[in-house]
């Protein structure tokens, strides 16, 4: 039996980053641990489906996100979604990522558990698993499995076909794998750091110093918040 090279996967951090903060950044930070993996992109997202528009401009999110990771020579800055026109769907972006790093590229997709309990919205989302590994972030306490029992059913089908016993999997094969990791208590929201913006409050240790001093100098988030 012919014995596969095990090849290091490189980890996919999407989101609207508005602002990326030290939530974002330390779990993109357990996952490169925990998975060995080789690197994580951070893809800051243009016009997501699932959310409200953004309040920073696609340029002042995607400088965020720069200015975040510069100091980590494992994080890169991927800019393919932030100026797509139209929706950004995580199907055409790992389609794209595939195209570009080969099929056999280990390729993981990393998701908190309130993402992945939402994954059969997602459009085409039974394909993600043809095109990567798909790794969750559980929150302390809260177990993904105990979740799963109300999820929807198809999702709990897949999960349950394809939970891998240890993140070792990820280096085995490019793509098909669900592993859950656990993720340091980190209760950091985007959505707080621009209310207390707004508010005119600090967000000292929220977020780096660097991407605060953007949004002071670019006065973001000053006016109503949500």
């Not at 990326?20 to 060995?36: D, F, M, S, T, W």
């Not at 309040?55 to 494992?74: D, F, G, I």
Request: aromatic share 6%.
């Amino acid at each position: 039996m012919t014995v596969r090279q095990l090849i290091r996967p490189v980890g996919i951090l999407g989101g609207t980053f508005d602002p990326i903060h030290y939530g974002h950044l330390r779990l993109a930070q357990e996952a490169l641990e925990q998975c060995r993996m080789r690197r994580v992109r951070f893809i800051p997202s243009g016009t997501p489906p699932h959310r409200l528009p953004a309040q920073a401009t696609p340029q002042q999110r995607l400088e965020m996100v720069r200015l975040a990771t510069a100091s980590n020579p494992a994080f890169e800055v991927d800019e393919r979604e932030v100026f797509r026109a139209g929706p950004c769907y995580s199907v055409h972006t790992l389609e794209s990522l595939r195209d570009e790093l080969g099929a056999q590229q280990p390729l993981c997709l990393l998701l908190g558990s309130d993402a992945f309990l939402q994954l059969h919205t997602w459009h085409q989302w039974g394909r993600l698993l043809q095109l990567a590994h798909l790794v969750v972030m559980q929150r302390p306490g809260r177990p993904l499995g105990n979740a799963m029992e109300e999820a929807d059913e198809a999702l709990r089908a897949e999960y349950y076909a394809r939970l891998a016993p240890s993140p070792q999997r990820l280096q085995e094969q490019p793509s098909g794998a669900i592993v859950a990791l656990e993720m340091p208590p980190l209760d950091i929201a985007a959505t707080d750091i621009r209310r207390r913006t707004a508010e005119r409050r600090s967000t000292q240790y929220l977020l780096p110093d660097s991407v605060a001093e953007f949004i002071q100098k670019h006065q973001l988030y000053t006016h109503a918040y949500r």
